[in-house]
């Protein structure tokens, strides 16, 4: 009797997740990932044009 | 199996993988097709016998070309050999590097000319000098008490 309680409980317990990311904006994620994604680009192009300038 | 991936997320990956591409690919145009490549070579020296073995027998600046020149140099505690190089205004040189004793630095401040001197391993790298003046060359590898006055000067006329 015990195993069909678990199986019920794993079952709604992932339900209940799939409807949180299903529902969760990432909206503050995207701008800190894009942040750090200009940051990077930035200073490599910073760091190209140095390597460039005193080819 | 069903992989989920949030609009957002598509686009942050795609922006990563992206870049990581552009970055290589420019990094690998620049060494293969126009010679960027930093200082290294496979080319060995024995070095108790650098003053027997050429060209380091007679280091020194010899013209290869129109404007173009090899510098052969040894690099030692706590010096250059020769010590005073002097070439004409637009000249590109090699540099062929090579160390009887320790490690050295050979680097010129303000340019891309920076390269470790190992015994045993002949380094090169070529420079265009397109302006006049006095380049500076040091060594930036600690090679002991003297370190501080390894230097040399490069006139540029």
Not at chain 1, 25 to 45: A, D, E, N
Not at chain 2, 25 to 44: D, I, K, N, Q, R
Request: net charge negative.
């Amino acid at each position: 009797m015990a195993e069909p309680v678990i199986k019920r409980d794993n079952s709604e317990a992932a339900k209940s997740t799939e409807q949180t990311t299903e529902k969760s904006t990432l909206k503050g994620t995207f701008v800190s990932v894009m942040i750090l994604g200009g940051f990077l680009l930035l200073s490599w192009l910073l760091v190209f044009m140095l390597f460039l300038s005193r080819q | 199996m069903n992989v989920h991936i949030h609009k957002l997320e598509k686009i942050w990956l795609t922006f990563g993988i992206a870049m990581l591409i552009v970055f290589l690919v420019v990094l690998g145009v620049a060494t293969f097709s126009m010679g960027m490549a930093p200082p290294s070579h496979s080319h060995a020296i024995d070095p108790e016998q650098i003053e027997n073995t050429p060209p380091f027998d007679e280091p020194g600046l010899k013209q290869v070309g129109e404007n173009e020149y090899e510098a052969v140099m040894i690099a030692y505690t706590f010096g250059y050999k020769p010590n005073d190089l002097t070439v004409p205004v637009g000249a590109t040189v090699h540099f062929k590097v090579t160390s009887p004793d320790v490690v050295h630095g050979f680097a010129i401040p303000n340019t891309n000319v920076n390269m470790m001197i190992v015994p045993g391993e002949v380094n090169h790298i070529t420079y265009t000098f397109d302006e006049a003046g006095e380049y500076l060359v040091l060594c930036n590898e600690y090679c002991g008490g003297g370190h501080e006055f390894m230097r040399t000067v490069i006139t540029v006329q």
